[in-house]
């Protein structure tokens, strides 16, 4: 079969961000979208390919240092279903971010931002960490009702987001809770393993 690459440019500072392939067969509803960076970075990482519009994917393809982050308003939804293991980065900045058919996510080689965006992930029951960061918002904007698993391995990192509080009342807006039952980040968490990895929520306040 033919080969297609979008490759972001090459820098000691930092590589271009990935270019978008799409595909779609005469079977599909939606077709698939690509990202994939050939591993690019520099020194500044890799800048980041912006999502300016609302989309359906059949497959989301994230892999090798490609970053996507989306844009202000706009919405995303993968179909993907059962396992979904990217190696890029991901950020919804806002809008909603919905993965309803993913059961297992795997973060390795790249970082997962919440952000201030709502992200749906409902059948979600595991979740794995390593060699990146998941930066979490709140059970609010980002709810994971099905996890029962979570694992950080070795160079894996979950965090939150840092307070936006800039005066009183001082109420807690982005915060990871892992009691169980209503209100919780976790409500079904049975299984929290930390290998190597860390929950590292230094100076992101209250």
Do not use: E, R
């Amino acid at each position: 079969p033919p080969t297609i690459t979008a490759y972001g440019g090459t820098s000691t500072y930092q590589a271009g961000g990935a270019g978008t392939i799409y595909l779609k067969s005469t079977a599909q509803t939606n077709g698939d979208l690509i990202l994939n960076n050939n591993s690019y970075s520099g020194t500044a990482g890799t800048a980041v390919t912006p999502m300016l519009a609302s989309h359906t994917f059949d497959n989301l393809t994230l892999i090798n240092k490609a970053s996507l982050q989306m844009g202000t308003g706009f919405n995303l939804t993968i179909n993907n279903s059962g396992a979904w293991s990217p190696t890029g980065s991901f950020t919804a900045s806002s809008g909603t971010f919905s993965a309803p058919n993913v059961t297992s996510l795997t973060l390795s080689g790249g970082n997962f931002t919440a952000s201030t965006g709502t992200i749906s992930m409902p059948a979600l029951t595991s979740l794995s960490i390593a060699n990146g960061t998941l930066t979490y918002s709140n059970p609010t904007l980002f709810a994971l009702p099905s996890l029962t698993t979570l694992t950080i391995q070795t160079g894996g990192v979950l965090t939150h987001l840092p307070s936006a509080k800039t005066a009183a009342p001082w109420t807690k807006d982005y915060y990871i809770d892992f009691t169980s039952g209503t209100g919780g980040t976790t409500p079904s968490l049975t299984t929290l393993t930390i290998d190597g990895g860390s929950i590292n929520v230094n100076g992101k306040g209250y």
